[in-house]
C-alpha cells in the first residue's frame, strides 16, 4: 500500500480546524467531527470518485450525504480542503450571514452539501432515493452515506434499511459511526441496540467491520472491501468503530465533548496536541 | 348570470391518475412513489406503463418522503402518492427537513383529504393539512376543483421547479371546468360576476359555491364566485379587486378554519381593505364516520352553509 502520510497530516489539520471552529462560537459538535476525522478525510482524498466543481445533480460522479449532520464541522473543513470552497470561509462557521449554517444546508447554497441534515434518522432514506437516480440514469457511480449509531434509534432508519435490501439498492454503502455515545451518555445505556451487525445482516445487508476507524489504512482497506460487495444485488452496510473525541486526550473516553467546545486553555492543549500541517485558515 | 352545469360526476383521485399517466408518456423525468395505495391514488395506468419509474415503498411514508427528496438529486421528478393524512402530519419533519429545507423539488400528491373520505372516520379525515403545508416556506400549495383541473394540475406542477403540495379527494363530484383548461399555478378564476358577496372557495366547495350563487341569485342576491385552486402562492390581486367591488366575503374548504383558505384571505384584507368575512370550514373539530354527504352537511360544508354565511356577511356590511 502506497503511504498515507499525506492524508495523516490532513487529519491533523482538519482536527486544528474543527476546533477552532467550535472554540471560535462556543457551539458546535467537536466530538463526532473529531472521531470521523480520518474517514472524511480517506473518503474525500482516495475512495470517492468526484468530479471538479459542485453539479447538484452528480451525475456521473460519486455522492456522499451526512445524515448526522451535527459532525457539520469535519464536513465543512473537509470539502473545503477539497476544493469546493474557500478554506478561509471556515471562519464564518454558525455566525449570521454565513452559508455554514449550525448543520449543513442546500438552503445558503454552500457547494458540496446535496441535502438539509441535523433532524436525525433521514439520510438513509436520501442516500437511497439518490442511489435509485443513479440507477434511472445508468450511472455506475456510488452513493456514500454516514450515519450516528444512536441515530440508528430513529425509526426511519429502519424502513430506509428494509427498502434497500428489498430493492436491491446495491449501489449505496451506508457508514455507521459506531462511537457508542450519544448526548445522554453510552448508547448502551440510553437505549441499547444490541448486536447492529447481525441487525443489518437480519435486515439483509452485506456487512463489513473496520475496527480501526481512526486508522487510515484501516479505512482505506476495509472502503475498498466495501466498494467490492456492490453491485451485487445487496446494499452494503459498513461499521466503523470510532473514538470520539479521538486526537484531543481529554476530548477521548467520555461523551461529555458531544455538544461543547472548548475554552481557551482546553483549546490551546487541543492544538498543541495537533500541530499545523497544512496551514491553519 | 352564468350558470354552470354538469353532465359526469368523478373524484378527483382519478384526474390525478389521468393526469400522472400523461406525464408518464410525456416527461421521461417523472417518478412516481407510493406508500401501498396505488388503486386508491389511481396511479395504476403510470405504474402499468412505466415500471421502472415506479418506487413501491411500502407502508413507510417517512423513508418515501426522504427517498423522493433523494431521487430528485440526478434530475428526477418524484410524485408521492398516499392519503391527506400521511401526506403531511405523519412525515412533516421529513418534508420540512428533506424537501422544503433542501428545496427538492418534490410533488407530494394527497388523496382522501377531508370529511368526504366518508366512512374511515376522523383517524383517516385530515382537516390540518392545508395550515401544516402553507407554513412551510417555500411549498406550494393546490386544492382543485373538480376531474378536469386536478388532472391540469398535475400537468402543470411538474413543470414548476419546487416543492409542491397537491390535495384532491376521494367521492365523486360535478365535472363542470373544461377538459382542455391550462391550468395556471396561483392565478384565481372568477367563475361568475356579482356584487353583494364574494365567495372564495376551493377544491370541491367550488361547486357547492356554483349551487349557492345560483340560489342566492333566485332570492336576488348577486354572488361573485372565485375558483381558488392555488392556496399558496395566494391569488391576492383577485381577492382585492373581487371585494372591493362587494365590500364581503365568504371562504368555503373542506379545512379547519384555523390554518386554511379563509385564514389567508383574511390576512389579505386586513393588510389592504378590511372587509366582513364569514368561514365555510370545520369548526376546530375532528370528523366522524358517515357519508360525504351526510358529512357535508352536519360540518356546514355544503351549499346551503354557504348561502346562510353569504346573507349573514351581507348583513354585517
Not at chain 1, 445533480?57 to 465543512?76: A, Q, R, T
Request: with cysteine; hydrophobic share 40%.
Amino acid at each position: 500500500m502506497p503511504s498515507t502520510q499525506h492524508l495523516k497530516d490532513l487529519t491533523t489539520q482538519v482536527r486544528r480546524d474543527i476546533l477552532r471552529m467550535v472554540h471560535k462560537v462556543n457551539s458546535g459538535h467537536p466530538g463526532g467531527s473529531l472521531g470521523c476525522a480520518e474517514f472524511f478525510v480517506a473518503l474525500y482524498n482516495e475512495i470517492m470518485d468526484r468530479n471538479e466543481g459542485f453539479d447538484m445533480d452528480g451525475i456521473g460522479e460519486d455522492l456522499f450525504f451526512l445524515s448526522n449532520g451535527h459532525i457539520s464541522p469535519i464536513y465543512y473543513s473537509v470539502l473545503a480542503r477539497s476544493g469546493y470552497f474557500p478554506v478561509d470561509e471556515l471562519n464564518t462557521f454558525r455566525l449570521i450571514n454565513s452559508r455554514l449554517q449550525g448543520h449543513p444546508t442546500t438552503h445558503e447554497g454552500l457547494p458540496g452539501i446535496r441535502i438539509a441534515s441535523g433532524s436525525l434518522g433521514q439520510g438513509m432514506s436520501v442516500a437511497i432515493g439518490a442511489a435509485q437516480a443513479k440507477k434511472l440514469n445508468n450511472d455506475s457511480h456510488l452513493i456514500y452515506s454516514l450515519h450516528g449509531d444512536g441515530e440508528l434509534q430513529e425509526g426511519q432508519n429502519w424502513e430506509a434499511i428494509m427498502y434497500a435490501s428489498a430493492k436491491k439498492v446495491d449501489n449505496l454503502i451506508a457508514t455507521v459511526d459506531l462511537n457508542g455515545k450519544q448526548i445522554d451518555g453510552a448508547t448502551d445505556d440510553v437505549l441499547a441496540m444490541g448486536d447492529v451487525k447481525a441487525k443489518f445482516e437480519a435486515f439483509d445487508w452485506v456487512v463489513v467491520e473496520i475496527k480501526e476507524g481512526n486508522d487510515i489504512d484501516a479505512i482505506l482497506k476495509g472502503m475498498a472491501e466495501a466498494k467490492s460487495k456492490t453491485g451485487q444485488g445487496k446494499p452494503v452496510c459498513v461499521l466503523l468503530e470510532t473514538m470520539m473525541g479521538n486526537g484531543v486526550d481529554f476530548m477521548m473516553h467520555t461523551h461529555a465533548w458531544h455538544g461543547k467546545a472548548p475554552n481557551d486553555e482546553q483549546l490551546a492543549s487541543a492544538l498543541e496536541q495537533n500541530p499545523e500541517t497544512l496551514g491553519d485558515y | 348570470m352564468k350558470t354552470f352545469t354538469y353532465t359526469e360526476k368523478k373524484d378527483t383521485r382519478s384526474g390525478f391518475g389521468a393526469g400522472l399517466a400523461e406525464l408518464g408518456r410525456t416527461n421521461p423525468n417523472v417518478v412516481a412513489l407510493c406508500a401501498d395505495l396505488v388503486g386508491s391514488l389511481k396511479m395504476d395506468k403510470f405504474i402499468e406503463e412505466n415500471p421502472e419509474r415506479f418506487f413501491q415503498v411500502g407502508i413507510a411514508e417517512a423513508n418515501m418522503m426522504g427517498i423522493a427528496a433523494g431521487l430528485t438529486i440526478g434530475g428526477k421528478i418524484p410524485f408521492t402518492g398516499t392519503f391527506a393524512n400521511f401526506s403531511t402530519g405523519r412525515v412533516y419533519d421529513q418534508i420540512r427537513q428533506s424537501i422544503a429545507y433542501s428545496g427538492k423539488n418534490v410533488k407530494i400528491c394527497a388523496s382522501h383529504a377531508g370529511l368526504t373520505l366518508g366512512e374511515d372516520g376522523a383517524t383517516h379525515q385530515i382537516l390540518e393539512d392545508i395550515g401544516l403545508m402553507k407554513m412551510l416556506p417555500g411549498m406550494v400549495v393546490i386544492n382543485p376543483c373538480d376531474y378536469n383541473q386536478t388532472k391540469a394540475a398535475t400537468l402543470a406542477i411538474a413543470e414548476h421547479n419546487g416543492p409542491v403540495y397537491l390535495r384532491f379527494g376521494r367521492p365523486s363530484v360535478p365535472i363542470f371546468t373544461p377538459a382542455d383548461q391550462k391550468f395556471e399555478i396561483g392565478k384565481a378564476i372568477k367563475m361568475t360576476e356579482g356584487t353583494d358577496v364574494t365567495i372564495v372557495a376551493t377544491g370541491h366547495l367550488v361547486w357547492e359555491a356554483l349551487e349557492a350563487s345560483k340560489a342566492l341569485f333566485e332570492e336576488g342576491i348577486s354572488a361573485e364566485v372565485i375558483n381558488i385552486h392555488t392556496i399558496k402562492p395566494l391569488d391576492e390581486e383577485a381577492i382585492l379587486k373581487s371585494v372591493a367591488k362587494t365590500g364581503c366575503v365568504v371562504t368555503a374548504e373542506e379545512h379547519n378554519y384555523l390554518g386554511g383558505l379563509g385564514e389567508s384571505v383574511s390576512r389579505v384584507l386586513t393588510l389592504n381593505n378590511p372587509a366582513p368575512q364569514e368561514f365555510v370550514a370545520t369548526n376546530d373539530t375532528f370528523g366522524e364516520s358517515g357519508t360525504p354527504a351526510q358529512l357535508m352537511e352536519k360540518y356546514g360544508l355544503n351549499s346551503a352553509a354557504i348561502i346562510k354565511k353569504s346573507k349573514a356577511v351581507i348583513a354585517r356590511k
